[in-house]
Structures are given as structure tokens and as C-alpha cells.
């Protein structure tokens, strides 16, 4: 008989959780630190831009959550309930927005909208109408809004999406039986049932709202990560930048909070038995199913086509100056570390996985899924919590081996691949848990009674079953991290660019159109996982895609 391995203490259990003190340690330093002295410039921050950073920071979250609760639970309702022309492709292409990192999208609106734009341009030369200064000024709160609405709106519409294809037909028909209009259902029925769905996008929302840097800072927004850069590049006062971490973690954790209280106790699934596949409505009249069409098209334009048109406008001009052996060096430097450390975020998580299936305690699961707390932070405080602790070793090992020894930890690409681990563990972990909840412990708990252990187990049977979720794990990660921009202008070597860094560094420096190619590179590797999670959505919800619509 094999050696019964599953003790609430072994190895792998112990291993799991050094891992997990280190990639919350960034966490922990901003809550120990806090206890220190603030530093010298935070009382003029505190009375002369803490309110402003207070201000910005809630009407950016109002204006963006209100906005794209519009644009995305509108856009699901559309294409999970009707039925009208083109309705299986604005499935997919809605998503796509999520490939456009939001600084860059405002960069193509700025370009657009300029006078020597293509707007400009139109009424110029076609209705000779000219215009003094842009033709609509978006460089300041608002503008900020609509950009970050634009870009974020899809967090909202695939969650409802998703929630509305699950709700049952039987209680919209029940509704309708009864005298209620389709708003009336809407609003009453649908909309209630997905209230966990919509809450849930909205928050997720309001995080990447707060992570932001890019946008506020070229739209002139004083937000708090605005703060911890102007606290951390300007002033050079570390404990400042940690008080106003925290203050940003905090709010983060209070929309964590209100997400979670929204749901309260009551439960908002429907039963299983009694729900029946959603069937679609095609409306009889053409006029209304083109009106359908045309919203989904407008979303889409203003979100995804117009601004990509103006990024490959820009790369047509400027291509021949930018791209050259550098440029490639750039793309090579880019992938090679989103890749690597996307590998790394594989491999703990697996770990992590591993090690809690071993043990037979619940209470090892709920501790390794703290791991992926880092995805909720914003990148600029994670930066802050990294940056401290390697700081501390790198004068450590410089006062035990040698005082010649420089910032070997610190100052090299190593801090940024350990802040990436911390920030976007979350991504790999989700991905590869749902693989291992897919295959189920059966099958490894079979080959261990027959001998083979753990670590074999691990490679000769789990890792084959889930190599998918693995593969789909490293993709997501490595999207994320090429798109990070906060945590990586703070903690990348000196002279050192990632293609996020360098658009961000070209635009700031009004190279606009110079900026565009590396933009362009990264948005269209942000499409192919967006393709990828369509077709995953697509396949839970096949049998109510093969229905056929019903048409009144």
C-alpha cells in the first residue's frame, strides 16, 4: 500500500506557504510602514493636493461606473436577447476593446480630434468649416471618463452577458403572460436577477480605474496614483508615497466591500431543473432589427475601429523612422520578459494548486487564493511594496559580501519580474485552478494509491490534463504585463523601455505618431486571448446558441 502522504503539515504544504509570504510581503510593507513618520512633504500634499486627489479619484469612478453600467449592460442585453443582423459577430467584437490599453486609445481620440485630424480635416476640406483649437476639447475630467468608459465597458458587458444567457426564459415569458412590456421585464425581471453580475463588472471597473496612470496623467487628472508618482519622482519621499498607497488600497477594499455586502445572503441563481435554454427574439419589423445593428456597430466604432484606424494612420506616416533594429530589440525585450514572467505566474500557481490539493484542510485553499489579492492593488502601490523590501536586502547583502556590490536586486529586471508575480498572480491562478476543478483528484488520487508519487503524479498525469488552462494561464499573464504601465515605469531599470513605457514616453513628449507603433503591436497582441476567451464563452452557452429565434 502507498505511503499515505496527505498530513496536514508536508513539504509541499510548507513550501506553498514560503511562496505565499513572499508575494504578499509587498502588502505587508505598506501596512507595517504605515506606522512610521510621514514623510517631510506630506502635510503640503495633504493640504494643498490630497483634496483634489480625493475628488478626481471619485468623480473618475461616478462618471466611468455610471457609463459603462450604460454601454455594457445595454450591449449583453442586445445581443443575449435578440436576435437581428451581424448580432454573432458584435458577440466577439464587443469584447475587443479590452486589447486597447486606455492611454493609448486616448492618445487616438487627442490625434482624431485635432486639427489636423481626420475631423478637422472633413469639415475643412468637404463643408468648409474651420475650427480654431480642437473640435472638441477632451484634456480634462470628462474627457478622461468617456476614454476610460470606452476601453473598460467590456469588464461590465461579458459579465452580463453571461448572466443573462443563464437566466431562464420561463420567468420572462411569466412576466410577459402577465402584462409587462419588454422594458418592464427589463427592468423588473432581468436586471435585478443580474444585479450580482453587474456589480461585479463595476467594481472591476472601478479597480482598473484606480490602477490607471496613463490616461489621468495625459488628461491632466489628479488622481491618487498621480500622487504617489508626483510623491515618488518629484519629491523623492518614500513614506509619502506609502501614505498615499494606502489611502488608494483602502478605497480599494471598500469597493471590494460594497461588491461583496450587494450580494448580502439572498440567493440569485435560478434552478437548473427549471430553466430552459434562452431562445432569441427577432424582431418582425426590419427597422428595428437594423436599429439594433447600428447601436452594436456605434459601440464598437467609437470604442475599438476609429481609434485602431487612427493608430494605423500614424504608423503609415511614421513606420519608416521608427522601425528599425532598435525597434525590434524592443519588441524582443517586451516578449521576453512578459513571457518569462508570465511562466514564473504559471509555475507558482501550479504549485500553490498542488500543494492544497495534497493537503486534506479546507483552510489551505482560502489561504492560497489570498496569492491572487495582488490583482486587486493598484500597480503604482504594489511598485511602492516591492520596492522597499529589495531595497532593505540590497543594503544587506552590500554590508555582509561587499561594499562593491551595487543595487544587484533593486536596480535590475529582477524587481520588475517579482512585482509583475505579485501583481497579476491572480490572472495565472483563476485560469489554472478552473483546470484542475475540471479533471477533479480522482485520477491523481488513483495513481498515487498505485505508488507514484506526488511529484510524478504531478507531471505524468495532472500537468498533461490541464496543459489548455496552462497555456491559457501564460497568454492572459503575458497580455496583462505587456500592457502594465504604472508598476513598470516605476520600478524598470534606468534606460530600460517596454513597448507600454516607450508609447507612453513618445506621447508625453508630443510623438504622438511616433508612438503609435509600439501602441499598435501591443493592441493587436491584446486581440488573441480576447478571440479565445469568445470562444470559451461560446462553448458553456453552445446549447442556447443553437436555438432558434423566435420572432413577434
Not at 313 to 332: H, K, M, N, P, Q
Amino acid at each position: 500500500m502507498a505511503k499515505r502522504t496527505t498530513y496536514w503539515w508536508n513539504k509541499w504544504t510548507g513550501a506553498a506557504i514560503v511562496i505565499l509570504l513572499l508575494v504578499l510581503t509587498p502588502i505587508f510593507t505598506i501596512l507595517v510602514k504605515l506606522f512610521d513618520r510621514p514623510g517631510e512633504h506630506w502635510q503640503h500634499i495633504a493640504s494643498t493636493l490630497l483634496p483634489s486627489y480625493f475628488g478626481d479619484s471619485i468623480l473618475l469612478l461616478l462618471g466611468v461606473g455610471s457609463l459603462t453600467f450604460l454601454i455594457g449592460v445595454s450591449m449583453a442585453w442586445l445581443v443575449s436577447v435578440y436576435d437581428f443582423p451581424g448580432r454573432r459577430y458584435f458577440e466577439w467584437l464587443l469584447i475587443l476593446p479590452l486589447a486597447f490599453p486606455s492611454y493609448m486609445m486616448g492618445y487616438s481620440y487627442v490625434g482624431i480630434l485635432e486639427y489636423t485630424g481626420p475631423v478637422q480635416a472633413f469639415f475643412r476640406n468637404t463643408l468648409d468649416i474651420h475650427f480654431t483649437g480642437a473640435i472638441i476639447d477632451i484634456m480634462n475630467l470628462p474627457g478622461a471618463i468617456f476614454i476610460l468608459s470606452v476601453s473598460l465597458f467590456p469588464y461590465v458587458y461579458v459579465i452580463c452577458r453571461a448572466s443573462f444567457m443563464r437566466q431562464s426564459t420561463a420567468m420572462q415569458e411569466a412576466a410577459l403572460l402577465l402584462g409587462s412590456n419588454r422594458m418592464q421585464m427589463f427592468t423588473k425581471i432581468a436586471l435585478p436577477m443580474a444585479r450580482p453580475a453587474v456589480a461585479g463588472g463595476i467594481a472591476l471597473v472601478g479597480m482598473e480605474v484606480l490602477n490607471d496612470y496613463g490616461t489621468v496623467k495625459y488628461f491632466g487628472v489628479n488622481t491618487f496614483t498621480t500622487g504617489i508618482f508626483r510623491a515618488w519622482f518629484s519629491f523623492g519621499d518614500i513614506n509619502t508615497a506609502i501614505y498615499l498607497s494606502a489611502i488608494l488600497t483602502v478605497m480599494v477594499l471598500v469597493l471590494i466591500w460594497l461588491e461583496n455586502i450587494q450580494r448580502g445572503g439572498r440567493n440569485w441563481n435560478v434552478g437548473r431543473g427549471s430553466s430552459k435554454p434562452a431562445i432569441r427574439i427577432r424582431p418582425q419589423r426590419k427597422g428595428t432589427r437594423g436599429l439594433y445593428t447600428a447601436l452594436c456597430l456605434a459601440v464598437l466604432s467609437i470604442s475599438f475601429i476609429f481609434p485602431l484606424a487612427q493608430l494605423f494612420y500614424w504608423v503609415s506616416l511614421t513606420w519608416r523612422d521608427v522601425v528599425d533594429a532598435e525597434f525590434g530589440i524592443l519588441i524582443f525585450r517586451s516578449f521576453s520578459l512578459a513571457i518569462g514572467s508570465a511562466v514564473a505566474i504559471a509555475v507558482i500557481s501550479i504549485f500553490l494548486l498542488y500543494a492544497t490539493r495534497l493537503s486534506p484542510l479546507r483552510w489551505t485553499k482560502h489561504i492560497a487564493r489570498t496569492a491572487s489579492l495582488g490583482y486587486a492593488i493598484p500597480g503604482a502601490v504594489i511598485a511602492v511594496g516591492v520596492m522597499i523590501p529589495m531595497m532593505e536586502l540590497d543594503r544587506s547583502i552590500k554590508w555582509a559580501v561587499s561594499d562593491q556590490f551595487g543595487m544587484i536586486l533593486s536596480g535590475t529586471l529582477f524587481i520588475l519580474v517579482v512585482a509583475y508575480i505579485v501583481r497579476f498572480m491572480a490572472v495565472g491562478y483563476n485560469a489554472i485552478d478552473a483546470g484542475f476543478q475540471k479533471t477533479g483528484a480522482s485520477v491523481n488520487e488513483v495513481a498515487r494509491s498505485l505508488g507514484a508519487s506526488p511529484l510524478r503524479t504531478l507531471w505524468k498525469i495532472d500537468l498533461p490534463l490541464i496543459k489548455n488552462s496552462i497555456a491559457g494561464a501564460v497568454l492572459l499573464a503575458f497580455v496583462d504585463i505587456l500592457k502594465e504601465l504604472p508598476l513598470t515605469l516605476i520600478l524598470r531599470p534606468f534606460n530600460f523601455h517596454t513597448l507600454a513605457t516607450k508609447a507612453f514616453d513618445m506621447a508625453t513628449n508630443e510623438m504622438i505618431a511616433e508612438s503609435a507603433n509600439a501602441s499598435l503591436v501591443v493592441v493587436l497582441t491584446g486581440v488573441v486571448p480576447i478571440i479565445l476567451l469568445n470562444n470559451a464563452l461560446s462553448q458553456r452557452h453552445g446549447k442556447a446558441k443553437k436555438t432558434q429565434p423566435r420572432v413577434i
